[in-house]
């Protein structure tokens, strides 16, 4: 039998509470790769947690740092990145994932989003009066980002992490490699 060929470099994208670092991990481990997830690299790089970066910096501070790690991280070879929910924000961000990996857009519902990110308060976007409809307004903005970036849509749902890493790695079986290694 034939070892599967996955991409070499596989890029997850999606608002935050889709699933990124949690279907990361095992899609990293099923497949032999390294994980990294862009949001942790950020604050090893800086000391800092991400809401006191947006604290001291404010988002555009963050933006910038997130860019530059991306810039690095999205060139290294073997490894599922799952980047923070407003990556693809920036258009710099989008071509780069674009050109250098296979995206993943991990979709779940509203509902599951704010119920999976209620109690994380390292999401300093979600501190606010109405979270629901901030996470709302954020998913209206982003969307077509996501779209945009996508080789694949995956609507994570309320299925378990290991029919839902099964299922994307039967996708990503003999996919062609878009980056050059």
């Known amino acids: 039998m034939n070892k599967p060929n996955f991409p070499s470099r596989i890029f997850l994208?999606?608002?935050?509470?889709?699933?990124?670092?949690?279907?990361?991990?095992?899609?990293?481990?099923?497949?032999?790769?390294t994980f990294i997830d862009s949001d942790h690299e950020i604050e090893q790089n800086t000391g800092a947690t991400i809401p006191l970066i947006f604290?001291?910096?404010?988002?555009?501070?963050?933006?910038e740092r997130e860019t530059?790690?991306?810039?690095?991280?999205?060139?290294?070879?073997h490894i599922v990145l799952a980047t923070g929910g407003?990556?693809?924000?920036?258009?710099?961000?989008?071509?780069?994932?674009?050109?250098?990996?296979?995206?993943?857009?991990?979709?779940?519902?509203?509902?599951?989003?704010l119920e999976r990110t209620a109690k994380d308060r390292n999401r300093p976007l979600l501190q606010t009066e109405n979270p629901r409809k901030t996470l709302s307004d954020l998913l209206e903005k982003?969307?077509?980002?996501?779209?945009?970036?996508?080789?694949l849509i995956f609507e994570t749902g309320k299925k378990p992490i290991r029919d839902i890493v099964s299922e994307i790695t039967k996708m990503l079986?003999?996919?062609?490699?878009?980056?050059s290694a």
Not at 68 to 77: C, P, W
Not at 143 to 151: G, N, S
Not at 173 to 179: S, V
Request: positive net charge.
């Open 173 to 179: 079986e003999n996919t062609p490699n878009k980056a």
């Open 55 to 63: 604290d001291l910096e404010g988002e555009q501070g963050f933006r």
């Open 13 to 33: 994208v999606g608002p935050m509470g889709a699933g990124k670092t949690t279907i990361g991990l095992k899609l990293a481990e099923n497949m032999h790769k």
């Open 86 to 113: 407003g990556a693809v924000i920036k258009e710099e961000n989008r071509k780069m994932l674009m050109q250098r990996g296979f995206v993943i857009y991990l979709q779940a519902p509203l509902d599951q989003l």
């Open 68 to 77: 530059r790690v991306l810039s690095d991280l999205t060139q290294k070879n």
């Open 142 to 151: 982003r969307e077509l980002f996501y779209k945009e970036v996508a080789d």
